[in-house]
C-alpha cells in the first residue's frame, strides 16, 4: 500500500493537477508516472490516478457546462463510444513489465501532444477528417481504463488539428471526455481490484486527492497567469517527456 504520503508527493501532485487544470486536463498520466516512481504496486497505480482525474476535472466541467459550452452532440458521441472501452481496459489484466511501458510510452506520447497548437476561434471550416474524429474514441477510452488516465490530452490535440471546434469547445469536451472515462476506468478497475484493495489505496492517497483538489482548482479558476499558456504547456511537455524516458529506461 501506499503507506505515510510524503510532503514532496503531495507536492507534486499539487503542481501537476495546477499546470494540467491551467490548460483543460486532468493530468492522470503524470499522476501514475510520480506514483510509480514513488514505489506504489502498479496494480494501484490506475485507482489512485483515476481518482485524482476525477477530482481535477469534475469542476472544470461543470464550469463548462454552466457557461454553456459544451458541445453536448459531439461530446455525448465520442463519450459514448469511449466510456465501454475504458470500463474494459479497467478489467484487463496486465503485468507489471507491460504496464510500465504502456504508461512510459504514454507519457511520451503525452508529451508530444502538448506540442500541438491549439486554435483560439473558429475561422477556418473543419478539415473532412473532423466527422471521424468519434472512430478515435473507443481505442483512446481503453488506454484511459488501462494505464489510468483520462485520454482528453490524446483527443484534445487530433480536435486541434482537424478544426473540430474552437479552443474552448474542445477544453469543454476534453474535459467531460476525461471526466466519464476516468469514472468507468475506475469501476473497471474496482471490479478487477476487489473493494478492499480500492478503499486501501484511496483510503491512504487522501492527502493527494486534496493536493490535486487545490492545484485543480486554482490552475482552473487562475489559469496560471504567471506565465503564458504556451509556457505552461512547453514545461509540461518537457517534464512528462523525462519522467516518460525514465520509465521506459527502467
Known amino acids: 500500500m501506499i503507506g505515510a504520503v510524503p510532503a514532496l508527493l503531495a507536492l507534486a501532485f499539487l503542481i501537476t493537477a495546477l499546470l494540467y487544470a491551467s490548460v483543460g486536463f486532468g493530468g492522470g498520466s503524470t499522476y501514475a508516472a510520480l506514483l510509480a516512481i514513488s514505489g506504489l504496486d502498479y496494480r494501484l497505480l490506475p485507482m489512485v490516478a483515476l481518482a485524482c482525474n476525477i477530482v481535477v476535472v469534475a469542476g472544470g466541467t461543470i464550469r463548462f457546462v454552466r457557461a454553456k459550452l459544451m458541445p453536448w452532440k459531439g461530446a455525448l458521441v465520442m463519450t459514448a463510444l469511449a466510456a465501454p472501452a475504458a470500463l474494459l481496459g479497467g478489467l484487463t489484466p496486465l503485468d507489471e513489465a507491460s504496464f510500465m511501458l504502456l504508461l512510459g510510452s504514454s507519457l511520451v506520447l503525452t508529451a508530444a501532444t502538448m506540442l500541438v497548437p491549439m486554435r483560439e476561434d473558429a475561422s477556418e471550416k473543419p478539415a473532412d477528417f473532423a466527422r471521424f474524429m468519434p472512430i478515435i ?3 483512446l477510452g481503453y488506454l484511459a481504463g488501462l494505464v489510468g488516465i483520462g485520454g482528453g490530452i490524446f483527443l484534445a490535440p487530433l480536435l486541434h488539428l482537424t478544426r473540430w471546434r474552437d479552443a474552448r469547445a474542445i477544453a469543454a469536451t476534453a474535459s467531460f471526455f476525461i471526466l466519464v472515462n476516468s469514472l468507468f476506468g475506475l469501476v473497471g478497475q474496482l471490479m478487477k481490484r476487489g473493494p478492499d484493495a480500492f478503499g486501501g489505496a484511496i483510503g491512504a492517497s487522501l492527502p493527494l486527492l486534496l493536493a490535486v483538489a487545490i492545484g485543480g482548482q486554482v490552475g482552473s479558476l487562475m489559469a496560471v ?26
Open 225 to 250: 497567469k504567471v506565465l503564458p499558456k504556451r509556457w505552461i504547456r512547453w514545461l509540461t511537455a518537457a517534464l512528462v517527456f523525462v519522467v516518460g524516458v525514465r520509465l521506459l529506461a527502467g
Open 137 to 139: 474514441a473507443a481505442p
